[in-house]
């Protein structure tokens, strides 16, 4: 069983570009979640993806977006980066809807956006 | 507004003794709850959770208590060993019958180290 991958490892970018991010959820998972953790804080909630829909969003700007693929593979898109947007950007991937395991997200190792 | 506080950044046991980590929660529509464990340059990983329905869940050497009239919850690790040493990140979600997307609200994570 594959568990939850994520590319790039890090990424490098200057103020206004813009970057997408993957994550491959684990094999028989249909949900993706995606958080942001910056630096000596817990993860926060940016949005789920849910049988290729959007499922929830948390407190974030519309220049983050994302993408949820067939396969349940998934993208982070953010649009005219911000200094503040340097941080640990993690997958978590999950069993679906209707299940107490539903809510037992597996992690990626996550990628390290670094804006300069 | 940090509706999942970790009010202690840091902890130090001696092997073999209890670790006994603590978690708040202000939003009283939380139902359940998460305790995840982050090596460095790994995402999170689940480690026990409870129902609102419950005080109690244990796991081997992990049981997390729950108090919910004084929205409080608290891991305890009997005997710590050195490989615990990690950050412990709680997480609380409204999972409400099962309909609920799986937005986890984390704590700042506490640093766990246990000393041979």
């Known amino acids: 069983e594959t568990g939850v991958t994520q590319s790039p490892t890090h990424l490098i970018k200057t103020r206004g570009q813009q970057v997408t991010l993957r994550c491959s959820s684990q094999?028989?998972?249909?949900?993706v979640s995606w958080y942001q953790q910056a630096l000596g804080q817990g993860p926060q909630f940016i949005f789920q993806?849910?049988?290729?829909?959007?499922?929830g969003r948390g407190n974030f700007p519309p220049r983050f977006s994302g993408l949820q693929f067939p396969n349940y593979s998934s993208e982070l898109n953010v649009n005219a980066l911000e200094l503040d947007d340097s941080a640990l950007y993690l997958c978590?991937?999950?069993?679906?809807?209707?299940?107490?395991?539903?809510?037992?997200?597996?992690f990626g190792p996550g990628t390290r956006l670094t804006v300069l | 507004d940090q509706q999942v506080k970790q009010n202690s950044p840091s902890l130090s046991v001696q092997e073999g003794r209890i670790s006994i980590l603590n978690c708040d929660y202000t939003?009283?529509?939380?139902?359940?709850f998460l305790w995840y464990k982050k090596y460095p340059a790994e995402g999170p990983t689940f480690l026990i959770s409870?129902?609102?329905?419950?005080d109690k869940n244990e796991d081997g050497r992990f049981t997390v208590f729950l108090n919910k009239s004084a929205k409080h919850l608290s891991l305890h690790i009997v005997p710590s060993q050195p490989g615990d040493s990690a950050v412990y990140f709680c997480?609380?979600?409204?999972?409400?019958?099962?309909?609920?997307?799986?937005?986890?609200?984390f704590g700042q994570g506490t640093i766990l180290t246990v000393h041979p």
């Open positions: 978590a991937s999950s069993l679906g809807q209707g299940s107490i395991d539903y809510n037992e997200q597996f």
């Open positions: 094999s028989g998972h249909n949900t």
């Open positions: 993806y849910y049988r290729e829909e959007e499922n």
């Open positions: 939003n009283s529509m939380f139902d359940y």
């Open positions: 409870i129902s609102s329905i419950k």
């Open positions: 997480a609380a979600t409204r999972f409400a019958g099962g309909t609920s997307y799986g937005k986890l609200t």
